[in-house]
Structure formats: structure tokens, C-alpha cells
């Protein structure tokens, strides 16, 4: 088969679409033909040589696919050859095939194409594990999102306001609050312009943020934590702002709040199977009804990942590149 390679750490014209060996389903995997694929941040660190795949993973980028499935190996009931699928990945969906654990499947959603569902594995387990199985977020509370315009923002926009929160939202341009408006967002700030710390508190009446979404870790711990209501919630998934802040752990205390810090990638096959199972059961039904849609940015072929990449690396996109592989319909 062919994938994206990356023979050396550097900028996006390091990748390669190469000839590799196909994968092969071990015990309690599924083979899966690749259909599309999405870009993640996490792939752009990858290619930089800072975020090696764990132990037994393919070594290609690619965090969540979408396909049909080619083979089923020992030990798998509940599918079989034929069926189309989106896959959450720790590696290996830049290329035409894509070994899988059968626990980390997920059906194609009612009124989706194969394409469209490539969109949404990664951002939908992201958001869920983090929002509501981790934070808990409620009816009635306000979730504010950094990189409303992301992937995982415009996602985290559409989850909150289907359970009822209030959603505020972080990016850099107007253009971009306007799309984060039109999928419900309540409250725009532009952070290149505004203090979140000081937006949040004019809209909540002084009382903050119950649950803080981050992807920018240290750069933002300290608003982030000031911006928090009274027993609010801060979850980082992130670290485009660096890896190292200071806590101020006085007003931590004063607000009773909580900061969790999680990722996806590296997790146990069994608690990744948890969490898609959860996905499966509380947000498919959101898409199926139309509550909840895949926001896409645009189409590559998978040859041009790196092209891809300069996208995401620009920050001009919204929602979620997609990367087609050569024989997809």
C-alpha cells in the first residue's frame, strides 16, 4: 500500500507518499481500507519530531479515518468486510489501510457520507471525555472554548449548546466568530483584541467560566484559572502555548476549581474503548438527528498532506481538513 511517510523531522515538505507494507489485523483488530483521513495538531508535531507514536503503533500520522472494513482478525465479532466505519487511531491514517482495535470502530452516522465521517473520531472523543465524562458539564452552565473555530472548538460549540450550556469562545478574527455564532456560540471573544478574563466576567454577571476547554496550556493557566466561576472546571488538552506555568494555587483554592490535563493518543485500548463506546452512545444520535454536524474546512488528496499541514500551521481554517485517498468514491 501506499502512506505518508516521514523519513526525517522537519517543516511539511519532509512527507512522503511511499510504497510501505500493508498492516496486518492482529488479534481483536479489523483491516480498514482508508476512504479519508483528518489532520490533527498532534500529526504537526509528529512530522517536527516531538510526538513519537506509542509503543506498537504506526509509525505514519493520522489520528482518525474513515473507511470500509477489508479484514477482520481473530477473536472480533460485530463487524465485518464491507462495513463502512470511522476509526480513532494512535497512528497509521495517512495511507490506503489502516489496522484498527475493533473498540475504537465506530458506524458511519445516519445522514453522513464515508467522507464526512472521517471528521469526526478524534474530535468527538476529544470533546466528550474531556466536557462531560472528566468535567461534567450541565445544563445551564457556560463552557468557554479556546479555538472556537478549531476542529475541536466548532465541535465543543455544537455538543454544549445540544445539552443546554451557554458557550463562550476564543479566536483571532472576525470572520472566524462569525462561523463560532453560526454554530451557537453565545458569547465571542477575539483574543487578539480582548481579555477573556475580563469578556467572561461582563457576560456572567462576575460569576466566570464552569468549564474552561484549553489547548494552550501554560500561556493560559493563569487567566484560565481566574477566569473560572466558584467550583469550575479547567481542561487542558493542549500545549500550543508551552508546557511550563505557575499556578496560582491561593486563587485555585478560593474558587474551589479543578484543573485536569488529558490526552487521547497514549491511552489504554481499554479506556479508549470506553470513551468511543460513550461517543457511540450519547453524541451519534446528535448527528444522526442533525443536532450535531462535522464542520470541514476542506478536501486534499492524501498525497498532499503536506499541504494539509501548511493549512493548519496558517490557523486560517475552520473546522477540519480532510485528506482523500487515491481510489476513494
Known amino acids: ?24 489485523p492482529g488479534e481483536g483488530e479489523v483491516l480498514v481500507e482508508v476512504t479519508a483521513a483528518a489532520v490533527n495538531r498532534a500529526d ?17 500520522p493520522g489520528l482518525e479515518c474513515s473507511g470500509r472494513v477489508a479484514a477482520v482478525g481473530a477473536g472480533v465479532s460485530g463487524w465485518s468486510v464491507g462495513d463502512e466505519v470511522a476509526a480513532l487511531l494512535s497512528g497509521g491514517g495517512y495511507a490506503e489501510k489502516v489496522a484498527v482495535p475493533a473498540g475504537q470502530l465506530l458506524p458511519v452516522p445516519a445522514g453522513l457520507s464515508l467522507t464526512e465521517a472521517a471528521a469526526l473520531p478524534e474530535v468527538t472523543c476529544t470533546v466528550w471525555s474531556n466536557v462531560f465524562m472528566v468535567a461534567h458539564l450541565r445544563p445551564g452552565e457556560t463552557l ?17 449548546k445540544a445539552v443546554g450550556a451557554k458557550v463562550a469562545v476564543t479566536a483571532g478574527s472576525k470572520e472566524k466568530l462569525d462561523r463560532c455564532a453560526e454554530l451557537g456560540a453565545d458569547i465571542l471573544i477575539n483574543y487578539r483584541e480582548q481579555d477573556f478574563v475580563e469578556e467572561i466576567a461582563k457576560a456572567t454577571d462576575g460569576a466566570g467560566a464552569d468549564v474552561i476547554l484549553d489547548n494552550m496550556g501554560a500561556k493560559y493557566l493563569d487567566r484560565n484559572v481566574r477566569a473560572l466561576a466558584v467550583n469550575g472546571r479547567l481542561a487542558i488538552i493542549g500545549m500550543q502555548g508551552g508546557v511550563k506555568g505557575e499556578l496560582n494555587i491561593g486563587t485555585l483554592l478560593g474558587k474551589r476549581g479543578a484543573v485536569s490535563a488529558t490526552s487521547l493518543r497514549a491511552r489504554p485500548l481499554q479506556e479508549k474503548a470506553a470513551i468511543v463506546a460513550a461517543v457511540r452512545e450519547h453524541v451519534w444520535p446528535l448527528v444522526a438527528d442533525g443536532h450535531v454536524r462535522p464542520v470541514i474546512d476542506r478536501e486534499l488528496p492524501m498525497a498532499d498532506a503536506a499541504e494539509g499541514h501548511r493549512v493548519l500551521e496558517a490557523s ?6 480532510l485528506l482523500i485517498a487515491p481510489d476513494a468514491p
Open 44 to 60: 504537526l508535531m509528529q512530522r517536527q519530531g516531538f510526538y513519537d507514536p506509542p509503543p506498537g503503533a504506526s509509525p505514519y
Open 316 to 321: 486560517g481554517h475552520v473546522g477540519k481538513v
Open 144 to 160: 468557554l472554548v479556546h479555538g472556537g473555530s478549531s476542529g475541536i472548538g466548532t465541535m465543543a460549540i455544537q455538543l454544549a
Open 1 to 24: 500500500m501506499r502512506a505518508i511517510t516521514i523519513p526525517e523531522a522537519g517543516g511539511p515538505e519532509v512527507l512522503v507518499w511511499a510504497e510501505v507494507p500493508d498492516p496486518v
